[in-house]
């Protein structure tokens, strides 16, 4: 009966992504007479709003010009819709994608190459940062161009820094600046934690002045900032237990042993949810956190105020100049700290993709609207909108003074650095740092040590890593079962 189940399932699916692949034709519309490019995209709200801008402007622009028009399509699980399509030979022109499905999509023979077309378009390893350049390659070939790019950096508190300016003065810290190590990021937080008593004559936190979990997205990559190198991508080994990854988990458990697991679990149970105005770090709980560039949307829609410090609530700052700006922010963005001597601008580089799947009819026209959006105008607009920094090797000034966040630069050195990281090439990567969270986890919940969680995640990972190339293999025909 499950069996039988399944298969009606996925016999529902393939029809469901068959109709979405058909849907929309109108003999009246403003695609007649034009090649029909069909998008789906991941996005919804104004994420999805800020590409439908794009999609129009090229649908009136260039795609008129070239007899081409977009039609885009927002979806949800647009991963699994996208691979079902894919098989079932019915796919969309184009997918917007995370960037870790490059490689397993890549892998599984779903997507194609865009050397050629690329190359076609004058665009290259010179055009587009090394990083981004770097995260869309696999076994040697592009396999999509990117949307909008990130990068981590330190988000902290000015605020909270100068109100505790004579208390970090006498810890030998600078309330006018970010730490810029990893030992005085544990010093500037020591100093802003605040407790209270409570009648049980526990202390409780009030305040935190960094906290490693919060907001925990980004645990895995921890190890970037230790020097940590977690895969090997020619031999497929994982190096999830070398000194690095030890240190990292470490200093990630040095937080619980310190403060206390139950103190930091019971505070982080009370924190709101990222896109609210509970948020800790806009509620001023959290005072210093990792975060990409687009927390300064959510800062302006949730607690405009932290943009507006001694200016009447109702000031328009985007008629201010970048200066202006930056002095009435409340908040500053900074390299995130590393624990290594001269490893500097040390960041995570995640990015949406556009890609072409396996099969799709109109690949030329579609990569057309994918040269589009990179070119350097459009995709300065769209990232603008987002609140992301740009994946280009070039900027325009006016995106650096004009833009949302008033510390892209910030977030253009990094993602420039050439220690900036992009996504691991792992085809199983959501196995893998399932496993590596698990083990941040678990140090931090004082239930094993760092080299005991870091040699359970690897022995773990490998062997999904291990079995996974072995039937990769079957299924190339390189080995008989």
């Not at 917007?96 to 050629?116: C, F, K, R, S, W």
């Not at 956190?289 to 410090?309: C, L």
Request: some cysteine.
């Amino acid at each position: 009966m499950r069996i039988f189940r399944g298969v009606i399932l996925t016999a529902l699916a393939v029809v469901a992504v068959l109709v979405l692949a058909f849907a929309g034709y109108n003999p009246d519309d403003p695609a007649k007479g034009r090649v029909v490019v069909r998008y789906w995209e991941k996005w919804n709200g104004k994420e999805a709003d800020d590409m439908m801008q794009i999609v129009n402007d090229f649908n009136n622009t260039v795609g008129k010009e070239k007899g081409i028009y977009v039609q885009y399509l927002s979806m949800s699980n647009v991963h699994q819709k996208t691979l079902v399509s894919t098989a079932a030979g019915a796919p969309p022109e184009i997918a917007g994608l995370d960037d870790h499905d490059v490689v397993t999509y890549a892998i599984q023979n779903a997507l194609e190459p865009m050397d050629d077309l690329a190359k076609a378009h004058g665009i290259d390893e010179n055009y587009y940062l090394p990083v981004y350049w770097n995260g869309l390659h696999y076994n040697g070939h592009l396999w999509g161009l990117v949307s909008t790019p990130a990068a981590v950096a330190l988000h902290y508190n000015r605020r909270a820094f100068l109100e505790h300016s004579a208390q970090l003065k006498a810890a030998g810290l600078d309330p006018n600046r970010a730490p810029r190590t990893l030992d005085e990021l544990d010093r500037y937080a020591g100093v802003l934690n605040e407790f209270k008593t409570g009648p049980d004559g526990k202390k409780n936190m009030q305040t935190a002045g960094y906290l490693p979990a919060e907001p925990g997205w980004f645990k895995y990559c921890t190890p970037y900032w230790f020097g940590a190198q977690m895969y090997d991508e020619k031999t497929h080994q994982l190096h999830l237990n070398d000194a690095a990854m030890v240190k990292a988990l470490t200093w990630y458990q040095g937080y619980a042993k310190r403060l206390g697991k139950d103190s930091l679990t019971n505070f982080s149970s009370g924190l709101g949810s990222f896109a609210s105005a509970q948020n800790g770090f806009l509620t001023g709980l959290v005072d210093m956190e990792q975060q990409g560039p687009w927390m300064a949307n959510f800062i302006e829609k949730f607690n405009p105020t932290m943009n507006r410090w001694n200016l009447p609530a109702d000031t328009d700052i985007s008629q201010l100049s970048h200066a202006d700006r930056l002095a009435h922010s409340t908040w500053a963005a900074a390299p995130f700290p590393s624990a290594v001597v001269g490893l500097e601008n040390v960041t995570y580089t995640p990015f949406d993709v556009l890609v072409i799947p396996k099969g799709a009819k109109h690949q030329k026209e579609a990569f057309e609207f994918l040269a589009y959006v990179n070119r350097q105008d459009v995709i300065e607009k769209l990232n603008s909108l987002q609140c992301k920094n740009s994946p280009l090797q070039k900027v325009s000034p006016g995106f650096l003074a004009h833009h949302p966040n008033p510390y892209v630069d910030v977030f253009e050195k990094l993602a420039a650095s050439p220690n900036a990281r992009p996504v691991p090439k792992i085809p199983i990567l959501n196995e893998v740092t399932d496993e590596v969270n698990n083990a941040f986890d678990s140090v931090y919940l004082l239930q094993k040590t760092p080299q005991e969680a870091a040699d359970y995640a690897q022995a773990r990972a490998q062997a999904k890593l291990d079995d996974f190339f072995a039937k990769q293999a079957v299924r190339e025909g390189g080995v008989k079962q």
